[in-house]
């Protein structure tokens, strides 16, 4: 029978008093895989409450304490390494290869987060520098905790997305609420079960479960919540920026990466690059590349490289490693198909794919994309990649800034005056020369605006959107 998840309320592990759950099934074995607790409004209260009394202690803690019990987290998570990578991969379908990386990739970001809060310095100021103002005044800054954050992942990096939330508030002394998606909360649950080994105080990491669409609002509205940290979809960040009260928000929301190929691109190195971008975990990133701007006069070439790289993918289920998985679950599937459809319907060129065995999509080119196409504009979070023809670098921009979506772009250029000509005129927080869109290094900043979000997250600014400023100033007597 499926294992009963538990939830996690002021360092218990605990059954819902709803007597309800949700049933997960894994996205490829297709069957239930465990069942996680549909906790009630009483109990997010309850966990709240407790959040709110936990942080004041763990606030008075120094740094270096708080981050022995991080450094302890990561090495736990290490040690339930391949335990976590198989719930991972049963659970959102990703291959146990790239779940091991994430869970290795997670233990690397929260050490760094130790680090780097280690060594994150308030400053003084001098009141003498300012008009009239004079050296008895000295103002002292430094940075304070928020509170209580509430940290909503979403599927696709279950644990790394999250703990991308949890170490930075947690170092900086906030207290945590962690809503997990419901597709990844069994992951989640493991990786606060190795949290929850390093004798981490009471109440200052609360794990909640149960649908976004019935907890979510009342979590969000909460009065004691004082900050969130959203990664997912841009209509679910988009309400919860208009339900929320007035508190600082972090979104990182869609995207719909371009990547402009100029014409003097070394189109070897570029179709790699764009495969790889848009194709791994069969596009199920937010910065997967999910368009391909190239000027006409390289655009059959770059084609027919991306089409020989495409057929040399591997489909099929994670366990084997294959790039192209099944998708999340079929409604995904059949969105994707939609724009596919759309697309085909409206005379794009299929290049290769358009198959598809229940939620596994084969890896779909379309060529000639026109404007009236849904998938010009439309982010799949599946492996189809349509390609745009253009006329000009003016054009290109021009196409890449029509969308409601501004997370990363590519530029493929051999030459970088042109790259950084093109860059500053992109709307989007990154734009990567040489090189597919991606979130790493985790320490890099990393911005979406427009549809794409609001805020930074990279682990210093994560610290930094997790803590304000706090002002003392000295007034000496003569
Ligand atoms: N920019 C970025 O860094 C990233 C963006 N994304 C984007 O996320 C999307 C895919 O992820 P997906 O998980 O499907 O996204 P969703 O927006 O569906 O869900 C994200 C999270 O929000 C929760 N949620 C749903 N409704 C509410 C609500 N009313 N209030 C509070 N929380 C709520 C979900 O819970 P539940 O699961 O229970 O519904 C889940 O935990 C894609 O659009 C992708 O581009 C993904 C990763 C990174
Ligand atoms: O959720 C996402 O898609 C990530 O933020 C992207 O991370 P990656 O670029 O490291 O895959």
Redesign the pocket.
């Known amino acids: 029978m499926a294992k009963n998840y538990q939830f996690y309320i002021n360092g218990e592990w605990r059954e819902s008093r709803s007597k309800e759950s949700i049933s997960i099934l894994s996205p490829y074995l297709r069957e239930e895989i465990g069942h996680v607790q549909a906790i009630s409004q009483d109990e997010v209260d309850e966990a709240i409450n407790g959040a709110k009394l936990a942080q004041k202690e763990w606030s008075q803690l120094s740094v270096r304490a708080r981050g022995e019990y991080l450094y302890r987290w990561a090495n736990e998570l290490l040690a339930m390494k391949n335990e976590i990578a198989q719930s991972i991969m049963e659970e959102v379908g990703k291959t146990f290869n790239d779940a091991v990386k994430e869970v290795e990739r997670t233990a690397d970001f929260i050490q760094y987060t130790i680090e780097e809060a280690t060594h994150m310095q308030g400053e003084s100021m001098l009141g003498e520098n300012f008009p009239g103002g004079n050296r008895s005044k000295i103002a002292v800054t430094h940075r304070v905790p928020l509170g209580v954050i509430l940290a909503i992942s979403?599927f696709?990096?279950p644990v790394n997305?999250s703990a991308a939330k949890i170490a930075p508030s947690l170092i900086v002394g906030n207290a945590v609420i962690f809503k997990p998606a419901t597709q990844g909360a069994i992951s989640g649950v493991k990786m606060i079960e190795a949290l929850h080994k390093t004798g981490l105080p009471k109440g200052v990491l609360n794990l909640v479960t149960g649908r976004g669409s019935v907890i979510g609002d009342y979590l969000v509205e909460h009065p004691d919540i004082d900050m969130i940290s959203f990664?997912g979809g841009t209509e679910t960040g988009q309400h919860i920026a208009k339900i929320s009260n007035m508190i600082p928000l972090v979104m990182?929301l869609g995207g719909k990466d371009p990547a402009i190929v100029r014409e003097d691109a070394d189109l070897v190195f570029t179709s790699k690059q764009i495969i790889s971008g848009a194709y791994s975990y069969s596009g199920q990133?937010?910065?997967a590349i999910k368009r391909v701007l190239v000027n006409e006069t390289v655009a059959d070439e770059l084609v027919s490289l991306l089409k020989e790289e495409i057929e040399s993918l591997t489909v099929g289920s994670p366990e084997e490693n294959n790039i192209i998985v099944p998708l999340i679950d079929d409604k995904s599937a059949d969105f994707v198909q939609g724009l596919i459809d759309d697309a085909l319907e409206k005379e794009a060129t299929l290049v290769v794919g358009n198959k598809r065995e229940g939620n596994l999509i084969y890896p779909t080119l379309l060529d000639n994309i026109t404007t009236d196409m849904r998938v010009a504009w439309e982010e799949p979070f599946g492996p189809v990649l349509p390609i745009i023809r253009v006329k000009s670098d003016k054009e290109a921009i021009t196409l890449a800034n029509a969308s409601k979506f501004g997370l990363q772009a590519s530029v493929f250029t051999k030459d970088i005056n042109k790259a950084f000509t093109i860059a500053p005129q992109i709307e989007a927080g990154s734009v990567q020369i040489n090189g597919r869109t991606?979130?790493?290094p985790d320490h890099f900043p990393f911005i979406g605006i427009k549809g794409s979000g609001m805020g930074t997250q990279g682990i210093k600014r994560s610290i930094e959107a997790m803590t304000r400023e706090k002002v003392t100033i000295i007034n000496i007597y003569e």
Do not use: D, S
């Open positions: 979403p696709n990096y997305l990664t990182e990133r937010c910065t991606e979130r790493g």
